[in-house]
Each structure stands twice: as structure tokens, then as C-alpha cells.
């Protein structure tokens, strides 16, 4: 008895899972009928999981649906979008065209002085300071001014012996009397005395015994290295000089940057330390030597710095070893220019979304020169006149991927562990924070706001989906918090926005990725968050469908920063 019921059970099993075969087969070709007769299958831009075989709306976003063939991407890369679409992506295009490409290279350096006129005074032979003239660091002096009084038996023998010869001078009993007054005068310079006090020697007749230290030349006293009653030796230091009516501004100049720079090139300088005023002044010299360590060349440029006077006295305009900031604006004339902000990927492969016509976008690899402020030169791959998306790109290329092979693996229906509700439910989320991402790392608030005022109906239909499951209650209240967007007034404002609900969306991706229907979804973490925006955390994590990485917390400053989270 036993075995026949075994036996009636496994008919059973067998003939019920030929019907549902059948029945299996049955649906798929009534299907397949529909959408070859039809000839085209419309699908939503914004939620490509959305299929049907006639027009009409997504039923999640009310967009129309735009036709895509027979549910493969055209062969050449195209992607069609509805107007709708277009309006809402807020894509906008712009001309190839040729002209001037400028570039503002932006510097920082210091205000040091002119080391040509820099001077040590030393003692010229062994010695006693007295008095001192200038005792204190900052003093203006001019050239000749006695900077202190020395006492030198050496230098008294010296002057005295002067003093004879020219005072016997005419006397025809010494034969060679000029020239032994040559040498003598000869001596005494090289004992460090000038010309003028040279000629007051022979008024004194050595009468005085100190001799007076003058400065060599005009400046400021930057350091004072004597004091009265010293005893020096020769070659020791006294003081050290500086003319600061000229200074050099120096910047280093990376490997990278220095083809732009060139000497004659007008630099914009600003000092902190004189506000509201702006020098320009060319570049002057650019040291052919390399810094090893940090691959930068000294870039140098010649600043008058005048006295200026006030109640207080007078003093230079620029002051020593000042911060101070520099510009430099270079034009490369009649080049073919693309706007940056149409190229993707310029670290690895550059391509840009070419319009072939209204809501038809076709991606064109590029070959890319100089990059300037605001456009890219264009080596090959475009022609002048042809119109690119400046605007929306990202999404448009995120469309694309999607849309490779009809539609994206990670979007496709799962009977694992969700029921198709549930499934769908994830789906739009995840493409919600992908296209959120996408905008961010475009550089466009614009796009970031209009995306975000779409999420409401899609938050609700993930809190509807798993209202009746314990496990995910937590998750969902945190997607809840997390999406009460407000508009963003900029990137950094839209960044601190986007985080919270990147993450939420982060844990959600976790839990769901090892299936099959989400195998496509990548996480990726920045590793500097905290300098993206003001109390940002250290690190942060978001959600892409496709590749390569594009960082939505630096945007274009920093698109490939991050790693991919396997």
C-alpha cells in the first residue's frame, strides 16, 4: 500500500511539472509573437526594467516610453531618449568649435629678496668693536652710512705707514715714493676700507684710532651679529644686508605644468599682507634643475617693492618671506575645443556623447591634447560644428550600459528570495542612487535636485514591498530618513545630502548583491570624504551599476578617486 501511494505521488510530480512546461512555453512564445509582430519593444529611459510592446507610460515615473528596437541597444552604441526624459535629465549640448585655449595656472609661493643684492659686512682683520651705529634688525641703511667704529692695532700701523709715505711725499731722496704709496693704499683697501676713507686718512695723519665700518651697501639690516666691546676676528660676520627694493616672488612649478610656463609670461600676484592690491609682473627665470623629491622646478618673478611712508615712518610694501599668490593665464590660439564637461573618463578612455539628431545620442571615443579652464583640445575623433552633451552625459552613459543587451543583468526579475514586487522595489532604488551618484560626479546640482524630487513614489514602493517583513524594517526607516531631500544650493551641499541615503542604499546593496539579478551592482568607497565637504566623514561608500568609478563627492576634481569594494 505504501509503495502505490509513493508510486501516485511521483505521477503526480511529474505530470504536473510537464504542464507547467508547457505552460511555460506557451507564455514565451505568445510573448515573443507580440513584440515580433509589433517590430519594436518601449522601454523608460529612467527605469529600463520597465518593457512593453506598445507605447505608453512608466507606470513608476509617467515618463513616455521611447522605442529601442527589438530590446537591444542599436549596434553602433546609440541611445534614443523621449522628450520627457531629455527635459528631466535637463541634457543640454554645445558645438565643436575652434578657438583660443586658456589655461589659469594658480600658484604659491613667497616674497623673498633679490640674492644679488644680498651682502654680508665682515671684519676684514682682527679687531675690537667700540660702538655701534645700527643695533637693531630692520634698520634702513645707505650705502657708505657708518654701521659701527673698530679698533684694529693692524689697521692703525697700516694708516699710519699712508699717512708717512704722503706726508713725504716730493721727496726726491726716496726713489719709487709713488708707487710705495700705491701699495700702501692698495693694502688698505684689501683691509676693507673704502676709497673715501682712504683719502681721510692722510687728513688725519693718524690721529684717530678707530676706524669707522660703513655699509657696502644700501638696504635693510636683516641681521645684526656684533655688540659693543666685541672682540672679532677675521672673517667672522657683523652684520647682514638685504636690498628689498626689489623682491622675487618664487613658486614651484610641477613636472606636469611646466610646458605652460615660459619666461616673459604676466603672472597676477595678491599679498595677503597688502590687501587690495594686485602686482604683475613677467617671469624672469625658471631653474633648469629639478627637484627630485617633489618633481617641481623654482619659477622666479622680479617685483618692484617701493617705500611707502606714514605717520609712523616709512617701510617696503613687501615684507620678507611673505605668503602671496599667483596667476598665470596662457591662451594657445586656433584649437579644435571641446567642453570639459562633455568628456568622460579623460584619465583612461576619453568619449564624449555625440547628438546625432532630437533625442538620438551616439558615444564617440576621442583623442584628447591640453586641457584649459574650460575645454579640452581635441587631437582626433570629432569634426567642427558637431553638437556634444555637455549636460546629462553621465546619465546618458549610464543609460547606455544599462540598456547593453536589452536590459542590465541587475535589474532583471529574481524568484530567489524576493517575490517580483520586492524585486522591482530594489531595482528602482538602486538605480535611483546610481543616477543621484552620476549627477554629482557631472558636476550638475541641477540634475542632482531634479533627480532627487523624483524619489518619493520610489521610497514609498520599497516601504510598501517589505512592509510586512521584520528583518528589513530597520533598513527601510533608515532609507525613509535618509531621502527627505531638500533642494541643494551646491555640489558640497548636495554631496552632504546625498551621503546618509548613499549608505542606506549601501546596506541595501550588500544584502542583495550575491544574487543573480544583482550581480552587476559595484560598490565603491572614497577613501578622503572628510575633504569633500564640512563635517563629511572620513570615508564613504556608494552605489554604481556600471563602471568605471566616478566619485561623486569630488565630481571632476577627483572623478577616479576611490576603490571598487569586491
Known amino acids: 500500500m505504501k509503495a502505490k501511494v509513493l508510486l501516485l505521488l511521483f505521477v503526480t510530480a511529474v505530470l504536473a511539472g510537464v504542464a507547467g512546461w508547457f505552460a511555460a512555453q506557451h507564455r514565451h512564445g505568445s510573448a515573443g509573437a507580440l513584440a515580433t509582430a509589433n517590430g519594436k519593444v518601449y522601454s523608460c529611459s529612467m ?86 651705529f645700527v643695533n637693531y634688525t630692520g634698520a634702513e641703511v645707505v650705502e657708505g652710512q657708518p654701521l659701527a667704529t673698530f679698533y684694529s692695532p693692524m689697521l692703525l700701523a697700516a694708516e699710519q705707514e699712508y699717512a708717512l709715505l704722503l706726508s713725504q711725499k716730493g721727496n726726491a731722496a726716496l726713489a719709487d715714493h709713488d708707487r710705495l704709496i700705491a701699495i700702501a693704499e692698495q693694502r688698505l683697501r684689501r683691509l676693507g676700507l673704502t676709497t673715501e676713507q682712504i683719502k681721510g686718512v692722510a687728513a688725519r695723519r693718524g690721529t684717530n684710532l678707530h676706524t669707522q665700518i660703513v655699509a657696502p651697501v644700501s638696504g635693510t639690516v636683516v641681521q645684526r651679529f656684533a655688540y659693543e666691546g666685541q672682540y672679532v676676528k677675521e672673517g ?9 627694493s626689489t623682491m622675487w616672488f618664487q613658486f614651484d612649478a610641477y613636472e606636469r605644468d611646466l610646458a605652460w610656463f615660459k619666461p616673459g609670461e604676466m603672472v597676477e600676484i595678491t599679498v595677503p599682507s597688502v590687501p587690495g592690491k594686485l602686482y604683475r609682473a613677467p617671469i ?5 634643475n629639478l627637484n627630485e623629491m617633489t618633481r617641481s622646478a623654482k619659477v622666479r618673478v622680479t617685483l618692484e617693492n617701493p617705500l611707502s611712508r606714514s605717520d609712523a615712518g616709512q617701510r617696503r610694501e613687501l ?108 531595482g528602482d532604488l538602486i538605480s535611483l ?18 533627480i532627487a524630487a523624483t524619489a ?48 542606506a542604499v549601501v546596506e541595501v546593496a ?53 576603490a571598487e569594494v569586491k
Open 47 to 132: 527605469h529600463p526594467q520597465i518593457r512593453s510592446n506598445k507605447p505608453g507610460k512608466c507606470p513608476i515615473c509617467g515618463m513616455d516610453l521611447a522605442p529601442i528596437g527589438t530590446g537591444q541597444a542599436p549596434a553602433d552604441g546609440s541611445i534614443m531618449l523621449g522628450s520627457n526624459v531629455i527635459n528631466v535629465l535637463h541634457v543640454q549640448t554645445q558645438p565643436v568649435q575652434r578657438g583660443t585655449l586658456v589655461k589659469t595656472l594658480r600658484v604659491a609661493g613667497t616674497i623673498d629678496d633679490d640674492a644679488t643684492r644680498h651682502r654680508f659686512v665682515s671684519a676684514y682683520i682682527d679687531g675690537r668693536i667700540d660702538k655701534l
Open 236 to 244: 667672522e660676520r657683523l652684520f647682514e644686508i638685504a636690498d628689498f
Open 433 to 450: 542612487e546610481h543616477n543621484l551618484s552620476a549627477a554629482l560626479a557631472a558636476d550638475s546640482t541641477e540634475q542632482f535636485n531634479a
Open 319 to 426: 615684507l620678507h618671506k611673505t605668503y602671496a599668490e599667483g596667476s598665470v593665464k596662457v591662451e594657445v590660439p586656433s584649437v579644435l575645443l571641446v567642453p570639459r564637461s562633455a568628456v568622460l573618463s579623460p584619465g583612461g578612455r576619453p568619449v564624449v556623447y555625440v547628438e546625432k539628431s532630437a533625442g538620438l545620442y551616439n558615444q564617440r571615443p576621442v583623442k584628447l591634447g591640453r586641457v584649459g579652464d574650460e575645454h579640452w583640445e581635441v587631437l582626433e575623433g570629432l569634426s567642427e560644428g558637431e553638437q556634444v552633451v555637455t549636460s546629462g552625459n553621465m546619465l546618458i552613459d549610464a543609460q547606455a550600459q544599462l540598456n547593453q543587451g536589452g536590459s542590465s543583468p541587475s535589474l532583471q526579475p529574481a524568484t530567489l528570495d524576493f517575490t517580483e514586487h520586492q524585486q522591482k522595489a530594489i
Open 284 to 288: 624672469t627665470f625658471i631653474d633648469p
Open 456 to 503: 518619493g513614489p520610489i521610497v514609498e514602493h520599497v516601504a510598501g514591498a517589505f512592509a510586512e517583513s521584520e528583518q528589513w524594517k530597520q533598513t527601510v526607516a533608515q532609507i525613509k530618513t535618509s531621502s527627505q531631500f531638500k533642494p541643494a544650493a551646491d555640489l558640497k551641499d548636495a554631496g552632504r545630502i546625498f551621503q546618509p541615503f548613499a549608505a
Open 510 to 562: 550588500r544584502r542583495v548583491r550575491q544574487q543573480p539579478a544583482f550581480a552587476a551592482v559595484r560598490l565603491f568607497r572614497c577613501p578622503m570624504t572628510d575633504q569633500a565637504y564640512p563635517g563629511a566623514p572620513k570615508t564613504a561608500m556608494w552605489v554604481q551599476t556600471n563602471a568605471p568609478l566616478r566619485n561623486p563627492f569630488f565630481g571632476s576634481e577627483m572623478i577616479d578617486c576611490g
